[in-house]
Nanobody, 124 residues
Framework: QVQLVESGGGSVQAGGSLRLSCAASGLTYSSYCLGWFRQVPGKEREGVATVDNNNSTTYTDSVKGRFIISQDNAKNTLYLQMNSLKPEDTGMYYC??????????????????WGQGTQVTVSS
């Protein structure tokens, strides 16, 4: 059984940086999709970034050039480096893993495993 635990969230002022981590257990390194999502109360959950076992990455438009998703296979850890943070980046950030079906599209994670989230708050 896969278990994901996010960490690294916190409060930061606009323009600052945070590095989120997602420690995974029970994850085999074959074919997989790993992703970061965020959710703000009253809004739909939004896909932020995804990476697969081939290190192919995708980002939602709003974070391109600012966020970097990466993984450390030896540590079974997924990262999200968030730079130039904006207040609109505020939200609960979740990591997720799912078996790929087509191209690790955000929608594919609906049937995957999720962590409990880590809060990111960006103030003006």
């Amino acid at each position: 059984q896969v278990q994901l635990v996010e960490s690294g969230g916190g409060s930061v002022q606009a323009g600052g940086s945070l590095r989120l981590s997602c420690a995974a257990s029970g994850l085999t390194y074959s074919s997989y999709c790993l992703g970061w999502f965020r959710q703000v109360p009253g809004k739909e959950r939004e896909g932020v970034a995804t990476v697969d076992n081939n290190n192919s990455t995708t980002y939602t438009d709003s974070v391109k050039g600012r966020f970097i998703i990466s993984q450390d296979n030896a540590k079974n850890t997924l990262y999200l480096q968030m730079n130039s943070l904006k207040p609109e980046d505020t939200g609960m950030y979740y990591c997720a893993v799912v078996r790929p079906r087509e191209g690790c599209y955000f929608s594919e994670y609906a049937l995957g495993d999720w962590g409990q989230g880590t809060q990111v708050t960006v103030s003006s």
